[in-house]
């Protein structure tokens, strides 16, 4: 199972690669069998209309992002993203005033998803890879500290950071799922809620593991595919728990790579982006799920907006506001800023 998640996750993180490119502690390997809660509620919910009013804006920033991960810091003050495999970061309110903050070194170079602030906000995760020979990616996770650009490594285990806790725990991922404890460097593996079906190799990814405020690590996992929409049910485990509890919600997405969460720092919302097709057009949505209702609320989407690819979410920590990297093709792309008021 663990060579069977690696390979699928070393043929998304290959194309994953490539695209962005034509845009200009040890492991152990102890495993404890998952119990997994399956019951979900019979009436799957169904987008509603809200009395939320919701606004998009387009930040103009004078640097484009890559199609990658892009970071609100805990306080609020400054967003971090990643620019032709570098660490940026730019303040939240002037876009004008980005900076370069880290560039790899060597061959090594800043992978261009999954970074997350340090709960002091000092830092930022990330991962930086190495391609061997054009055929074999190593990996190590470091820590840059915004002030000084200087990195720290974190670990050299192959382990990729996902998601950094306010209790200062690393969610990751490759070969396995898994989360980091910094305060005495202990990793615990984490089976997946379930096996990855073979039928969809090559055609959709693993999920990815996200931090819920409190304290829980959601995922999105593969259930059917139909023609090019694939199915997701979403779960959420406790760290001092086996179990994954399958929560009552199901996403449905023409997009071959996994959403990727993002839940609220208020615990109200988890959000995620949506691809659907309608005749030739292309569609790009803003998902927001209310976990204590089960609601789905469609906050956004690109028709009036003429952009694509929309991807990253991530909130501001007051939760009235979600950045977001979009583009007018396949690439370019910048930061847009999605208000929500009621």
Not at 138 to 164: F, P
Not at 259 to 278: N, T, Y
């Amino acid at each position: 199972m663990k060579q069977k998640y690696q390979t699928i996750l070393f043929t998304f993180w290959v194309c994953l690669i490539v695209a962005c490119a034509n845009q200009t502690a040890n492991v152990p390997s102890a495993t404890k069998t998952p119990q997994v809660t399956n019951q979900v509620a019979k009436n799957q919910p169904t987008v509603v209309s809200s009395q939320l009013s919701f606004e998009l804006k387009d930040t103009r920033i004078n640097v484009s992002p890559q199609r990658g991960n892009i970071a609100w810091s805990h306080s609020g003050d400054r967003i971090a993203f990643t620019y032709h495999f570098t660490l940026w970061t730019v303040l939240a309110d002037n876009w004008n005033k980005s900076s370069q903050v880290y560039a790899g070194y060597n061959e090594w170079k800043v992978f261009p998803q999954f970074i997350a602030w340090s709960p002091d906000d000092k830092k930022v995760g990330l991962n930086l890879f190495n391609m061997q020979d054009d055929s074999q990616e190593i990996y190590k996770m470091v820590e840059v500290n915004v002030e000084s650009g200087v990195a720290s490594v974190i670990t050299t285990s192959q382990t990729m950071l996902t998601d950094w806790s306010r209790t200062n725990q690393i969610a990751t991922v490759r070969p396995t799922l898994g989360v980091l404890d910094l305060s005495n460097n202990n990793w615990k593996e984490l089976v997946e809620p379930l096996p990855f079906p073979d039928q969809f190799a090559g055609s959709l990814t693993p999920g990815i593991p996200r931090w819920t405020s409190h304290g829980t690590l959601v995922i999105p996992q593969p259930v059917t595919k139909k023609d090019s929409v694939g199915e997701y049910a979403v779960y959420e485990r406790q760290l001092e728990s086996n179990q994954w509890h399958r929560m009552p919600v199901q996403i449905l997405t023409a997009n071959s790579l996994s959403p990727i969460l993002a839940p609220s720092p208020d615990g109200k919302w988890i959000a995620w982006v949506q691809r659907e097709f309608l005749g030739n057009e292309d569609i790009w949505k803003i998902i927001l799920y209310e976990v204590s209702t089960g609601k789905m609320i469609e906050a956004a989407n690109n028709q009036a907006k003429n952009t694509f690819n929309w991807q990253a979410l991530t909130w501001s920590p007051d939760a009235k506001r979600i950045a977001f990297s979009a583009g007018p093709n396949s690439s370019a792309s910048t930061i847009w800023i999605l208000e929500i008021s009621e």
